[in-house]
Each structure stands twice: as C-alpha cells, then as structure tokens.
C-alpha cells in the first residue's frame, strides 16, 4: 500500500481501537490536542455523554492529532475538536457542532433508532438487526455505486454470514460490477438451503440473464439480422438477450414488447416470460420496472 513501518503501525491501532469495535458498537471519535482549549472544554462533555450511553453500545475514543498525524490526515482534520460518530468503520454522523449533553443525546438518540448497534457488552446479545444496512446497500446499489454496494452487503455479511437478502445484494452488485464470473463462482459455492430460499431468486435471475455476454461486434450481428427481417422473432428475441446482458436494458425490452405485440403466443410467450425475468432481476420496485411492465400490459390486453 506503500504505507511506512510507522503509517501501517497507526492504521493496524486505528483498525483496533475504532474500526472493529464500531462493527458492534457506536463509536465517538474525538479528534484534539493538548493545546486546543475547546477540546479541553468538550472532553468532560464527551466522556458524560459516552458514559450515559454506554449500555446502549455507545463507546468514545480520543484521538490526538498531534501524535496520530497519519490517522489525522486519513481524516482531512482541518480544525480541532473535530468529532464523528463511527458505524462499520465509517463514519454516520459528524458530532463536531454538539457542545452540550443535550445536543449530543438527540444526535446519538436519533442514530441508534436507525443502526444496528448492539447494547451492552454484546455478550449475551442476538443477531444483529441488519435490516437498515441493506437498505442502505440496496440504495447504493440502485444509484450506481456497484463498488460501495459490494463493500456494504460484505460488510453485512461479516455481521451476519446466512443473510440471504445480504448475499442476493452481494451477486446483484457484483453483476452490475461485470464481475458475472465471480458472482457464478460464489453462487455455486452456496450451500443448499440458501439456494433454494426464495430470496436469492432475484440475483439468481439477474446472473442468469447477463450469463452470455456479446461483444460489440456480435451486438452488431444480431442486430443487424434483426433489422433485415423484422418477422424473425428469433433473431430480434437473440438482439434483446444480448442488449440487456450488455446492460442496454431499454433497448432489449423494446425489442421484447414488439415480438408481444406482433405475436403473444411465439415460442410459447418467450419474450413475455424474459420481459418478466427482467423485471425480477431489476426488482419489482424499481420505477423503470413498473413503467415497463404497463407496457407489457397494454401489449398483452391492448
């Protein structure tokens, strides 16, 4: 990574002292100094406040920018106290402009109705509710981020190995990533019971759908052959596979909505049945999904 001995030092203390307790736990993380008066003033703050919500799962650590430089700068300190709450090993919230107990209460108050922090010591404590991460990951996910969205859901599933819903997010990221090879790879190395659980049947559609994956001189082929022979259902059926494995999503339902129209029945209602794999694999929630399934309607019983 092209860390000193002493940058990997500080990075395998930050990792020890923050990032893995706030997998479980919320953590306060206090940038100051010793010559910085208002950190000195919001240390009591800060360590009442902690204490309070110990049993909540809430934990503070301090850290001072004069001797963790590295770390400080990882963080883009500019201005001490600087303060973060830290989940998963990023930061939720930034703490910086909460000076009184109060203040710091409604913060943590608010954060805790939303994450899965674990209360107490943890020992005795169930499965995390990861129910809010995959929300967040699946917004991630669904805005582009395929790369975050791998992070997040593996995160999860750091927290929770059997999560269904966090490996169906897991493939369908890593597909949308065009890492298809490695999304089959993990998806043959599941166990039974997880294959078959429902859930996964969206990423199981979504690796299924892009499997067979053209080129653009193939595209180019199909398309070609398509638009020679309008009637070849075949050939505007094969055009419609390749586009949407090919991420062109618009374009291959198009293709599909037009063999409907011109013949529901063809190849006992193949493209209707591949329009409806689509919408599985995109998701059912999904408002591209639900514009074009009134198209499918209309073409059905128009």
């Given at each position: 990574?092209?860390?000193?001995?002493?940058?990997?030092?500080?990075?395998?203390?930050?990792?020890?002292?923050?990032?893995?307790?706030?997998?479980?736990?919320?953590?306060?993380?206090?940038?100051?100094?010793?010559?910085?008066?208002?950190?000195?003033?919001?240390?009591?703050?800060?360590?009442?406040?902690?204490?309070?919500?110990?049993?909540?799962?809430?934990?503070?650590?301090?850290?001072?920018?004069?001797?963790?430089?590295?770390?400080?700068?990882?963080?883009?300190?500019?201005?001490?106290?600087?303060?973060?709450?830290?989940?998963?090993?990023?930061?939720?919230?930034?703490?910086?402009?909460?000076?009184?107990?109060?203040?710091?209460?409604?913060?943590?108050?608010?954060?805790?109705?939303?994450?899965?922090?674990?209360?107490?010591?943890?020992?005795?404590?169930?499965?995390p509710?990861?129910t809010?991460?995959?929300?967040?990951?699946?917004?991630?996910?669904?805005?582009?981020?395929?790369?975050?969205?791998?992070?997040?859901?593996?995160?999860?599933?750091d927290?929770?190995?059997?999560?269904?819903?966090?490996?169906?997010?897991?493939?369908?990221?890593?597909?949308?990533?065009?890492?298809?090879?490695?999304?089959?790879?993990?998806?043959?190395?599941?166990?039974?019971?997880?294959t078959?659980?429902?859930?996964?049947?969206?990423?199981?559609?979504?690796?299924?759908?892009?499997?067979?994956?053209?080129?653009?001189?193939?595209?180019?082929?199909?398309?070609?052959?398509?638009?020679a022979?309008?009637?070849?259902?075949?050939?505007?059926?094969?055009?419609?596979?390749?586009?949407?494995?090919?991420?062109?999503?618009?374009?291959?339902?198009?293709?599909?909505?037009?063999?409907?129209?011109?013949?529901?029945?063809?190849?006992?209602?193949?493209?209707?049945?591949?329009?409806?794999?689509?919408?599985?694999?995109?998701?059912?929630?999904?408002?591209?999904?639900?514009?074009?399934?009134?198209?499918?309607?209309?073409?059905?019983?128009g």
């Amino acid at each position: 990574m092209g860390l000193t001995t002493e940058e990997h030092k500080a990075v395998e203390a930050f990792r020890t002292s923050v990032v893995e307790p706030s997998m479980t736990k919320l953590v306060i993380l206090d940038f100051w100094a010793e010559w910085c008066g208002p950190c000195k003033a919001l240390t009591p703050v800060l360590e009442k406040v902690a204490a309070d919500y110990a049993d909540k799962g809430v934990m503070l650590v301090k850290v001072n920018v004069d001797e963790e430089r590295f770390v400080a700068s990882q963080f883009q300190i500019q201005s001490i106290p600087t303060v973060y709450a830290m989940f998963q090993g990023q930061p939720v919230a930034n703490l910086t402009n909460a000076r009184t107990e109060a203040q710091l209460g409604g913060i943590l108050d608010q954060l805790l109705e939303k994450l899965p922090v674990q209360a107490g010591d943890g020992d005795d404590a169930g499965a995390p509710d990861i129910t809010p991460l995959i929300a967040m990951a699946e917004d991630v996910l669904a805005e582009g981020d395929t790369e975050q969205a791998m992070g997040m859901f593996a995160q999860i599933l750091d927290m929770v190995p059997d999560s269904v819903a966090a490996i169906s997010g897991l493939l369908r990221a890593m597909v949308a990533a065009d890492k298809v090879e490695e999304a089959q790879a993990l998806l043959a190395d599941l166990p039974p019971e997880i294959t078959a659980d429902p859930a996964l049947d969206r990423a199981k559609a979504a690796i299924a759908l892009v499997a067979d994956k053209a080129d653009d001189s193939e595209i180019a082929g199909l398309r070609a052959a398509a638009n020679a022979t309008p009637d070849d259902h075949a050939a505007r059926f094969d055009l419609a596979v390749a586009l949407f494995a090919g991420g062109e999503r618009d374009e291959a339902a198009e293709h599909l909505l037009a063999i409907v129209k011109a013949d529901k029945e063809w190849n006992e209602g193949a493209a209707r049945a591949r329009l409806l794999q689509i919408f599985e694999a995109v998701g059912l929630e999904d408002p591209w999904v639900s514009a074009t399934r009134r198209k499918l309607s209309a073409a059905l019983f128009g």
